[in-house]
């Protein structure tokens, strides 16, 4: 079983920056992806980033340019740089990790989910 805590939530004036952490611990048996995903109240979770083992990325449209995701897959670490932060990208946020069988792009095919982080921008 796989165990994901997240780090580094907060509140910042729009246009600030902020760095997510993740952890995972315990053992992948088929490590595929990790990524985050973000809720606003009212909203629907939705897919921030991912990356994949191959190392390949993708982002949400409302994130490009302002977000990269990396990983130190030594110790099973993601991290979501996130700059230009705006009132809108407020929610809580969500470590998401999945197996070879799993997904990182469909949250009901996720293997595992950390508790969130918020993030609140202020205008």
């Known amino acids: 079983q796989v165990q994901l805590v997240e780090s580094g939530g907060g509140s910042v004036q729009a246009g600030g920056s902020l760095r997510l952490s993740c952890a995972a611990s315990?053992?992948?048996?088929?490590?595929?992806?990790m990524g985050w995903f973000r809720q606003a109240p009212g909203k629907e979770r939705e897919g921030v980033a991912r990356?994949?083992?191959?190392?390949?990325?993708h982002y949400a449209d409302s994130m490009k340019g302002r977000a990269t995701i990396s990983q130190d897959n030594a110790n099973n670490i993601v991290y979501l740089q996130m700059n230009s932060l705006k009132p809108d990208d407020t929610a809580m946020y969500y470590c998401?990790?999945?197996?070879?069988?799993?997904?990182?792009?469909?949250?009901?095919?996720?293997?595992?989910w950390g508790q969130g982080t918020q993030v609140t921008v202020s205008s």
């Open positions: 990356i994949y083992t191959d190392g390949s990325r």
């Open positions: 315990g053992s992948f048996y088929n490590k595929y992806c």
């Open positions: 998401a990790a999945s197996e070879l069988s799993g997904s990182c792009q469909v949250p009901g095919r996720i293997n595992y």
